[in-house]
Structures are given as C-alpha cells and as structure tokens.
C-alpha cells in the first residue's frame, strides 16, 4: 500500500502539465458537437489523449474510417514499447491486474514509473506503485476533460500552462538517462523527431523512436573483439 | 454533427487496437523469459521517445518573443532540462520552467 501511495503521489506535480491538455481535449469533443456520453465514452475507453485529439478533430472532418483508426493506432503504436518495458513486473500478476496496468497505460505513468524504477525492491511493489500512478492520472485527466467539456479550455492563454506537459517529461526523463549511452540515445530522439516532424499522420514520432531504440540496440551489443 | 453509427465504429476499433497495443506483451508476460539484454533495451524507452514527444512541440512553436526569434519555449526547456541534473524535483522544475516563461513572454512584449 505504501508504493501505492508513492505512486499516486508521484504523479501529483505533473498535474498542472495534464489538466490543460485534458481542458483541450474536453473542449474539443465540446467543439465537435458529441453528446457528453460519447465524449465521456470515448476518453474513458480509448483513454489516449493525442490519439482522441487527433481522431476527433479527423470524424469532424467526416474522414473515411481507416483514416481516422490508422491514425489514432499509430499515435498510440509507441504503447507497444512501454508494453513491452511493463511487462517484467507484471510477470506473477493476475490476469485482472495485468489488465487493468494495460488499459491504464499512459505516457505519464510509464514515465513516472521508469524515474522511480530503482527504488522497487519486487515486481508486486512495482506494479503497487504503478497502480498508485493509474488512479492518480486517471482522476487528474478524466477530471479535467469533464471541466474543459463544461466549461470549454479554462486555463487562461496568458500562463501558458499547455508548456508544463513538456516540462513535466524532461522532469521525468532525465533521471533515466544513467550513462552517457542513454543520454547519447536522447540526444538522437531529439534530433530526429524534429527532422521527421513533418511526416504524415503523425508517424515520425513512432520512426524516431524505433531507430532510436534500433541505435540503443546497436549500443549495447558486446564489442567486437572484446 | 457526428453520426452516431459512424463515430460507435471508429471508437470501437480505437478501443480494441489500443487495448491491443497497450496489452500484447504484458497479456504474454508470465509465459515469454525476457533476457537481461533486452531488460537493458527496456531501460532506453523513455530515452527514445519522451524527446520525441516534446521537442517538435517546443521546437516549432512560434512564440511572442521577438529577440528569442520565437523561440522562448525551446530554449526554456534545454534549460531546465539542464537544471533538472541539479534538481530533480518535478514540482520545481515545472514551476521553474512556466515561470520563465511566463517571464519571457512579459519581456517580450514590454
């Protein structure tokens, strides 16, 4: 219970950089004209913020099906990879709990969850602390979209506060950048999402992350040799 | 207006690729060993793609400050990335990081 509330807590900070990208997100199923449960509906069950942005704002545009799920699964391929990275501490979980850390799966609690990898000393108190971050982000972002669909984007322009979601991830990044290899795969990650920005349907983000994996692979191989 | 039929379908397929997504190899956990190299590839996601999730953003925003060539958002965040190796305190680093913001964008316009 104790990593639970550490895990809770720890998302806490970044909820400033989470309620407008939820006030967003609101008001744009607001702007879209959907009835509140189709909204409501929607977040709760694809529960991807960048996805249901992007796809929202493609079904106002009345585009064709494949289109519009193309896109929302390819924003959301990058779950695949923190999937992947999740599943070691869900080895000896129960397929309900295996579940619920794969439909609670977010950007935000992945993160907060590799910046406090080192302090687990077991899987089950890992995946309390992950848990602990599920419940937290979920109230913060469900909240928020609910405020942003009532209310339309509320935070006011002048703070700016849509920058404390970048924030919040360099906050989070930096303690998992332990050597200089990490930190090298970083510095790639930066460079070539700017370079593959313009790519359609938002794909450079998912080509930058898998050569940058495919480079991290390249790093840790043994050195010829040696 | 969304048609309703039209909207349940695009949310149904998100909802089963996401959870798809999301779920394949946590559902396989308990059978797949995963060997310690591929434990230490794990250890390089957020590396590979957190900067990619904020650096267009920062980069290709247009801000208001003109000496800065609009910029502000991109260099605050190089910057705070930087104090975060002094201070790794995510509260700090946020309110650090709107507050320069908030800053440059009110020299900016003075």
Redesign the interface.
């Known amino acids: 219970m104790e990593q639970f509330k550490l895990g809770f807590r720890s998302i806490i900070?970044?909820i400033?950089?989470i309620v407008p990208f939820g006030a967003v997100m609101g008001s744009a199923f607001a702007e879209?004209?959907?009835e509140f449960w189709?909204a409501m509906?929607?977040n709760v069950?694809?529960?991807?913020g960048a996805?249901q942005l992007a796809?929202t704002d493609l079904?106002?545009l009345?585009a064709a099906?494949l289109v519009?799920?193309t896109t929302?699964?390819i924003i959301?391929?990058?779950?695949?990879?923190?999937?992947?990275?999740?599943?070691?501490y869900?080895?000896?979980?129960s397929p309900f709990i295996?579940?619920i850390?794969?439909?609670t799966?977010t950007?935000q609690s992945?993160?907060a969850m590799?910046a406090n990898v080192d302090s687990f000393k077991s899987n089950e108190e890992a995946t309390q602390f992950y848990l602990g971050t599920a419940v937290s982000m979920g109230l913060a972002w469900h909240a928020s979209v609910i405020a942003g669909f009532v209310f339309g984007n509320f935070a006011p322009a002048?703070?700016?506060?849509d920058?404390?979601?970048?924030?919040?991830?360099?906050?989070?990044?930096?303690?998992?950048?332990?050597t200089s290899?990490?930190?090298a795969?970083?510095?790639l990650?930066?460079i070539?999402?700017?370079l593959f920005?313009s790519l359609p349907m938002k794909t450079?983000?998912i080509v930058?992350?898998l050569i940058?994996?495919g480079a991290?692979?390249a790093l840790?191989q043994p050195k010829q040799g040696a | 207006?969304?048609d309703?039929g039209?909207?349940l379908?695009?949310?149904f397929?998100?909802?089963v690729?996401?959870?798809l997504?999301?779920?394949?190899?946590?559902?396989?956990?308990?059978r797949?060993n995963?060997s310690p190299?591929l434990?230490?590839?794990?250890?390089?996601?957020?590396?590979?793609?957190?900067?990619?999730?904020?650096?267009?953003?920062?980069?290709?925003h247009h801000g208001r400050v003109e000496a800065l060539a609009g910029k502000e958002?991109f260099l605050?965040?190089l910057f705070?990335?930087l104090i975060?190796?002094f201070k790794?305190?995510?509260?700090f680093?946020?309110g650090l990081?709107?507050g320069l913001?908030?800053l440059a964008?009110f020299l900016g316009q003075a």
């Open positions: 900070p970044i400033s950089g879209a004209k959907l189709q509906l929607m069950t694809v529960y991807a996805a796809t079904m106002k009345n099906i519009v799920v929302g699964l959301n391929l990058r779950f695949l990879l923190y999937s992947a990275a999740m599943s070691p869900l080895k000896t979980a295996k579940f850390c794969a439909f799966l950007d992945y993160a590799t002048s703070l700016s506060l920058f404390a979601i970048p924030l919040s991830f360099v906050a989070l990044l930096i303690p998992t950048l332990k290899k990490h930190k795969i970083a510095l990650s930066s070539l999402s700017l920005y450079g983000l930058t992350a940058s994996i991290a692979w840790i | 207006m969304i309703q039209y909207f379908t695009n949310v397929l998100l909802v690729g996401t959870i997504i999301r779920g394949c190899f946590i559902a396989v956990s308990h797949v995963i190299k434990r230490e590839l794990f250890t390089y996601i957020p590396a590979a793609i957190f900067p990619a999730l904020v650096m267009p953003a920062a980069f290709f958002r605050i965040l705070m990335a975060c190796y790794r305190n995510t509260l680093i946020i990081g709107l913001l908030y964008n």
